[in-house]
């Protein structure tokens, strides 16, 4: 209706999942290139969970976009189904007929046909939307389908999209199994105030409007408080604000025009995001990925460092982690320890503490050698890191988990070592390890900080992380038990 009143070719907050509109602010965007990376890098499950409209189906929409041709995506969005109803559906989406077979047949096909994908150099990953309502008997088979592997390999990647009631089912004893192989946590956070105009205005360009800002600051403050930052919400509030305004024969969005969409909505609130869900977002499920945002934060850091300064030998010297396991620092200070990073403050937190290495463990399993890589100096900080973390990685108790902040595309020493320079003047040389990758047949660095005895440990652990790294990255769980008991 008001499509040509404001120059639009189509609705711009339509509730239906388009990808054309995509937002890739406030971490969506680097939630995705995380996600496209953990199922490329093939560890553990993934879950992400968000309110009601935060976004989840649209994310889910644009990863089927995203992943590599050699990965075929299973989508299921109808999550109410039997345990049997599930491999059926699976063995449906990979053209298996099976209907009618025993489970145990149905499991035994779907092994050998994965592995004849996997030996095809194709993967399979299974995504389930609106997973808090599935059964828990289905996710336990899930669980099961998890298993299926060939040598060290998994067959199947699963990636579970919930609202938070999935948090409390995931939480209850008996599906704690399952709850152990999610290593990749993701929250979507609501849009923060600040953000709210940068989305409105990024629908209203992709539907085609080329005019100046038409909401004015009065009502998009009031859409993003009356819709608690919730996408979908907004999108409502937003659609019935334009028409209210094409009714006045007006095209600048004001407060007034926000109130009549909100009388016409009837929107009732959401939990308190204020409580202890929220606390617990804010404090230990923030993202859990590795981040390209994160690395082009990094690059950006790095040209507008300023020249290298000598180093001290005492902070270039490696570090063999040797403290109680169990301490972790409990609060960062929010006034002392204010570092520039690059050409902003940075207030440092608290160190976490490294853990105890039982000398038996470590004697129990062949030393682990990282792949040495050309052209890195002898006396650079880089190469001081990479040494540090070969010792932390044979020293690491079996179930050793590290926060991975960021990984990089390729290998660059001189972008790395500024990095690292940057982490000294923070303190936090000594909690940065760099590991050896490779990534789509190049060399890389998987770059993490600390190491703890547990991913739970490792999850406390986050909020303590300095605020620029917690700001820039999207600091995930990072399991250290692939690189244990390798030659």
């Given at each position: 209706?008001?499509?040509?009143h404001?120059g ?6 339509k ?9 890739s ?7 995705l290139?995380?996600?496209?990376y ?8 993934i ?16 990863l ?6 050699n ?15 599930l491999?059926?559906?699976?063995a ?10 025993r ?7 779907l092994?050998?046909h994965?592995?004849a994908m996997y030996?095809?150099?194709e ?15 289905t ?13 060290k ?7 579970l ?5 999935l948090d ?6 008996n599906?704690r199994?399952?709850k ?5 946590h ?8 600040k953000?709210?105009?940068?989305y ?32 979908r919400r ?6 019935k ?5 094409f ?6 969005i ?19 995001w ?25 690059l ?6 300023e ?9 270039l010297?490696?570090?063999v982690?040797t403290?109680?396991?169990?301490t ?20 440092a ?8 290495t039982p000398?038996s463990i ?8 990282l ?19 070969e ?27 500024g ?18 990758i490779?990534?789509?047949g190049?060399d ?5 900080y ?14 303590e ?15 250290l ?7």
């Amino acid at each position: 209706m008001y499509l040509e009143h404001f120059g639009l070719n189509e609705p711009p907050f339509k509730i239906t999942p388009v990808t054309d509109f995509f937002f890739s602010g406030a971490n969506r965007g680097e939630i995705l290139d995380a996600l496209v990376y953990a199922i490329t890098d093939g560890e553990g499950i993934i879950k992400i969970s968000g309110e009601v409209g935060s976004g989840k189906t649209m994310l889910c929409r644009m990863l089927l976009d995203k992943l590599p041709t050699n990965i075929k995506a299973i989508y299921l969005a109808n999550p109410s189904m039997s345990r049997d109803e599930l491999l059926y559906a699976i063995a449906d989406r990979l053209q298996l007929d099976l209907e009618g077979k025993r489970v145990n047949v149905i499991l035994q096909t779907l092994q050998n046909h994965l592995e004849a994908m996997y030996e095809r150099g194709e993967r399979v990953v299974v995504l389930v939307d609106e997973a808090h309502a599935m059964p828990l008997e289905t996710l336990e088979e899930l669980r099961l389908l998890y298993n299926l592997q060939v040598g060290k390999h998994k067959l199947l990647q699963i990636v579970l999209f919930g609202q938070p009631e999935l948090d409390e089912k995931l939480a209850q004893t008996n599906m704690r199994q399952l709850k152990d192989r999610i290593v990749h946590h993701f929250t979507i956070l609501p849009l923060s105030p600040k953000i709210v105009h940068a989305y409105l205005m990024f629908r209203m360009r992709a539907a085609g409007y080329k005019g100046p800002d038409i909401f004015s600051a009065n009502a998009e403050k009031q859409i993003g408080k009356a819709s608690q930052g919730l996408m979908r919400r907004v999108n409502i509030l937003a659609d019935k604000a334009l028409l209210a305004a094409f009714v006045e024969n007006t095209h600048k969005i004001e407060e007034r025009h926000v109130q009549a969409a909100l009388r016409d909505s009837e929107m009732t609130p959401m939990r308190n995001w204020n409580g202890r869900r929220y606390a617990a977002v804010l404090g230990g499920l923030l993202l859990f990925s590795a981040t390209l945002a994160g690395f082009v934060w990094f690059l950006n850091q790095e040209r507008a460092s300023e020249a290298p300064k000598p180093a001290q030998p005492a902070e270039l010297a490696p570090m063999v982690s040797t403290a109680t396991a169990a301490t972790v620092a409990q609060a960062a200070s929010a006034t002392a320890d204010a570092t520039p990073l690059g050409d902003k403050p940075v207030v440092a937190a608290s160190s976490v503490a490294p853990i105890a290495t039982p000398t038996s463990i470590v004697e129990a399993r062949p030393a682990l050698k990282l792949k040495q890589l050309p052209g890195i100096p002898a006396n650079s900080l880089l190469q001081q890191r990479l040494d540090a973390t070969e010792a932390m990685l044979n020293a690491a108790p079996q179930g050793s988990t590290s926060i991975q902040l960021f990984y990089t595309e390729n290998v660059q020493p001189g972008r790395m070592e500024g990095f690292l320079r940057r982490a000294r003047k923070l303190g936090k040389l000594e909690e940065i390890f760099i590991i050896p990758i490779e990534l789509q047949g190049q060399d890389a660095f998987r770059v993490l900080y600390g190491s703890f005895p547990s991913s739970s440990k490792a999850r406390a652990a986050i909020p303590e992380l300095p605020a620029r790294y917690l700001e820039a990255f999207a600091p995930t769980l990072h399991l250290l038990e692939s690189y244990q008991n390798t030659p």
